[in-house]
């Protein structure tokens, strides 16, 4: 039983695995915080990380290409594990009606994807990444899964949410201003300081406006018109849903206020904004890092370049709220597990699992 804690939306877990997971409460997640928190091998862990001018490491930098190679690794369909849980965890999603539009965030090689597709042939899913080569794996595996006809039902696009801005076509300026809210989708921010955290960082606001410089290339991609648009349509009309299933985790932390920012952009008011990530505070995963991979507070990378940020729920409870979004849950799921190829070793799991809403009144 061994699961992959990998950001970027890639799981490898065996049947027990994928059970357990409907059980999000096997043990307390303050018992696990006590024990952690008393034991001075982790004390590194919960140090205030240097600021600038102290430390000799350079601030991390999104990891495209590192996510690109870790897919070109895995490519193999071992590594595919169908995510069909997540229906449990966000019911709306087999139950939704009219057509339903979601926005699949990171959706690597289509896991979640294909789960959401078997569910409901009302359901149209508009899937990004970063890799161009997990894109094609994923419209392979989902193409070849019986029972899913994904003919106008299935819509991948090359995309690093990271760096990039979603394209027009998902979700216009002009329909944009019939749902209540006209605006080009600028980025407006401010500096903050967290009472949460040893240091500031940037968050929405409506004092100062940038924009973001994309390359040629990206411009180029971006000003394609989509086949599956009707000849008299300016876009899809904005999203009902949009997922970011172990997504947000391996995005720089200075760069996800104005990740979730612009996911908000293209998400109609009274959509929904459905979160689950690896790694909650405390998870065995962060407590196997050494010293020296260290890149942030809470935030690690890999010896592949590939990162990993441990959420707090008040860290995503105030990255959301920031964004204008209505909590509606949002809890730790800790799952214990054994794991039997390494001779019954006992894991401790957790996980954050959150429902946020884009208030019907938006403006």
Not at 193 to 219: A, N, Q, R, V
Request: charge should be negative; hydrophobic fraction near 35%; charged fraction near 25%.
């Amino acid at each position: 039983m061994e699961v992959e804690e990998a950001g970027g939306g890639v799981e490898n877990a065996g049947k027990d695995e994928v059970e357990a997971e409907y059980h999000s409460h096997d043990f307390e997640w303050e018992d696990l915080r006590a024990e952690v928190e008393s034991d001075p091998a982790f004390s590194y862990h919960l140090s205030p990380f240097p600021g600038p001018a102290a430390s000799t490491t350079s601030p991390p930098q999104p990891s495209s290409e590192a996510w690109r190679n870790f897919h070109r690794r895995h490519a193999s369909g071992k590594f595919f594990k169908e995510r069909r849980y997540l229906l449990k965890e966000f019911p709306e999603l087999p139950n939704s009606k009219d057509c339903a539009k979601i926005l699949e965030v990171g959706c690597g090689n289509g896991s979640t994807a294909v789960s959401i597709l078997r569910s409901s042939e009302s359901i149209t899913v508009f899937a990004c990444d970063c890799s161009k080569d997990t894109l094609e794996k994923a419209n392979e595996i989902i193409s070849n899964t019986k029972g899913i006809d994904i003919k106008d039902r299935f819509h991948p696009f090359l995309m690093d949410v990271s760096k990039e801005f979603f394209p027009d076509w998902l979700f216009c300026n002009a329909c944009k201003s019939s749902h209540g809210k006209s605006t080009e989708f600028h980025l407006f921010i401010h500096l903050i300081k967290f009472p949460l955290f040893e240091f500031s960082f940037i968050l929405p606001s409506s004092e100062l406006c940038i924009t973001f410089l994309l390359s040629d290339s990206c411009h180029e991609m971006r000003k394609e018109r989509p086949d599956f648009l009707r000849e008299n349509q300016c876009c899809v009309g904005g999203m009902d849903f949009i997922t970011m299933i172990f997504t947000l985790s391996a995005i720089p932390f200075a760069i996800m206020p104005s990740t979730i920012e612009q996911c908000v952009c293209v998400l109609k008011p009274g959509g929904l904004l459905l979160f689950r990530d690896y790694v909650g505070l405390y998870d065995m995963t962060m407590l196997r890092f050494l010293p020296d991979q260290r890149v942030g507070f809470r935030e690690y990378m890999r010896s592949d370049g590939t990162l990993s940020y441990f959420f707090t729920l008040d860290t995503v409870r105030e990255l959301f709220h920031a964004a204008g979004l209505i909590e509606l849950e949002l809890e730790y799921c800790c799952v214990r597990s054994v794991n039997r190829k390494k001779n019954g070793k006992k894991m401790q799991r957790v996980w954050v699992h959150g429902k946020f809403l884009k208030p019907p009144s938006w403006r």
